[in-house]
């Protein structure tokens, strides 16, 4: 930021006289914001059929849902909303199809049991494009994940941190 310049004038004076100059700086200058942002508050992914969506993040994923206003549907996660988001694109472009997978992060939901929570969620249809396998070894823990996409190619994923050393059963 730059140092500006204030002038002041006395009351009565001429106008063209510049009785004071001072120089003050940017607020962001004296004084640091701190930002808290280290939750998030809300989700948002938009969908070609907010009908499929929230019948795929409702039944097959378990979400709770809150509210729907039109063709926005939201979900409860642990606090955080997701929002499914079935409005046209604002930028003129043709909406999603689902016909390819969606440009965009991955949602990753821990679980407690990443064995028994895949097992569950091939029981309900899904389709695991990267079954459970370890990501990493960490210092306290070892990092699985599973990948899956829901119905417009949103790549999903679920977690687990489980102990060291831990293998899940032969399937």
Request: net charge negative.
């Amino acid at each position: 930021m730059g140092t500006k310049l204030a002038c002041g004038r006395q009351t009565g004076a001429d106008p063209n006289d510049i009785v004071e100059v001072r120089e003050y700086r940017d607020a962001a200058e004296e004084a640091t914001l701190l930002l808290n942002l280290n939750q998030i508050g809300q989700i948002a992914l938009a969908v070609s059929d907010v009908d499929r969506a929230e019948k795929f993040y409702e039944t097959v994923i378990g979400l709770r849902k809150l509210y729907r206003f039109g063709d926005l549907t939201f979900f409860d996660c642990a606090g955080v909303r997701l929002l499914l988001d079935g409005s046209p694109p604002h930028d003129g472009s043709p909406p999603h199809d689902g016909s390819r997978p969606r440009q965009g992060g991955v949602i990753y939901f821990r679980c407690a049991d990443i064995s028994l929570t895949a097992a569950e969620l091939k029981r309900r249809g899904v389709v695991f494009t990267h079954p459970p396998h370890l990501i990493a070894r960490m210092d306290d823990h070892d990092l699985w994940m599973a990948l899956f996409d829901d119905p417009d190619g949103h790549t999903l994923a679920v977690m687990q941190e489980a102990p060291k050393g831990y293998a899940p059963p032969a399937s």
